[in-house]
């Protein structure tokens, strides 16, 4: 299985500001998602991170406030724009080596004050 | 849009016992997995099934993809303290471009030592 690893593991961050989430990979992979987890709550799908294209939004979520790069077959990063307490979650990310079975990152606390 | 329901949303058990989570949807998935989350982890995932009516087992894991398509139960026997955590049930469409999951809302499980 995939190693996926996230960075910040957990931040504190004030309202209005931005925050990027880096995801490194092991190894190559088709897909990579971001999720986000609110607390006490189950994994929402943010979006699918397509390489070298504009990431796929589900409903609800924006490319303005969610803008999501992934530069190659190993690595994205998704960026929470003009945070508000509202965006306090945990983010992760997970990665699919073609098989179906999706791996995931220890995820990104973010809380924000 | 497609929603998994699991409930209840805890269960307690004592420790040796074994216990059994289930999970059903509104509309069919061509695949099911089953994750385990531990407090600040991502999830892990523990079974995958790929077809209708398979039966799969890992350890003291068992899982099986309902016949309808529409339900799987993840069954635990002999559990341990080890055993605690929140167990996501997650259907998938397909593998590649629409390998994205759905969750459910997750079971919360205690074991007494």
């Known amino acids: 299985s995939a190693v996926i690893s996230q960075k910040p593991s957990r931040d504190i961050c004030q309202r209005g500001t931005s925050l990027t989430i880096q995801c490194q990979v092991d190894s190559q992979v088709t897909m990579m998602f971001w999720y986000r987890q609110q607390p006490g709550q189950s994994l929402t799908l943010i979006a699918t991170a397509n390489q070298g294209s504009e990431a796929t939004y589900e409903s609800g979520f924006v490319i303005d406030k969610f803008p999501i790069s992934r530069p190659n077959l190993t690595f994205s990063t998704l960026t929470v724009s003009n945070m508000s307490p509202e965006d306090s979650s945990i983010y992760l990310c997970s990665a699919d080596q073609g098989a179906g079975e999706l791996f995931f990152g220890e995820g990104s606390r973010l809380t924000v004050l | 849009g497609q929603q998994l329901n699991q409930s209840p949303q805890s269960m307690f058990i004592q420790e040796g016992e074994d216990v059994s989570m289930n999970c059903t949807s509104s509309s069919i998935f061509n695949t099911w997995l089953w994750y385990k989350q531990d407090p600040g982890e991502g999830p892990v995932l523990l079974i995958a099934l790929y077809k209708a009516g398979e039966l799969t087992s890992n350890g003291r894991l068992t899982a099986q993809f309902g016949i309808t398509r529409k339900d799987s139960f993840l069954n635990i026997s002999a559990s341990i303290p080890s055993d605690v955590g929140i167990y996501f049930c997650?259907?998938?469409?397909?593998?590649?471009?629409?390998?994205?999951?759905?969750f459910g809302k997750g079971i919360t499980l205690s074991v007494r030592p």
């Open positions: 997650a259907g998938q469409l397909s593998t590649g471009a629409n390998s994205k999951l759905t």
